[in-house]
């Protein structure tokens, strides 16, 4: 079973950016869709955007036009870039399957933290 690790997150004030990296234990070159997930707290996790294989990505619309979602098949790793980031965006991000995610994959995730 694939393992997910996630890092990159932190305190960042409105407004900044940050990158997000996960690093696969296997070859994600089979997942056809890799996901980032996030999960505030109180709420239920969320998927904010994927891509396939092909490289189409998909977005949340509370993220659209300031997240960009990248994979490296080579490096078995997904980033994501995040700019312009608000208060809303607080919460703990993971990466997994962007259909379907694996129950048993789901790493520790990072947390981003956006405050002044």
């Known amino acids: 079973q694939v393992q997910f690790v996630e890092s990159g997150g932190g305190l960042v004030q409105p407004g900044g950016s940050l990158r997000l990296s996960c690093a696969a234990s296997k070859s994600i070159f089979s997942i056809y869709a890799m996901g980032w997930y996030r999960q505030a707290p109180g709420k239920q996790r969320e998927l904010v955007a994927s891509i396939t294989s092909a490289g189409l990505t998909n977005y949340a619309d509370s993220v659209k036009g300031r997240c960009t979602i990248s994979r490296d098949n080579a490096k078995n790793t997904v980033y994501l870039q995040m700019n312009s980031l608000k208060p809303e965006d607080t919460a703990v991000y993971y990466c997994?399957?962007?259909?379907?995610?694996?129950?048993?994959?789901w790493g520790q995730g990072t947390r981003v933290t956006v405050a002044s």
């Open positions: 997994n399957d962007g259909l379907q995610p694996r129950q048993q994959s």
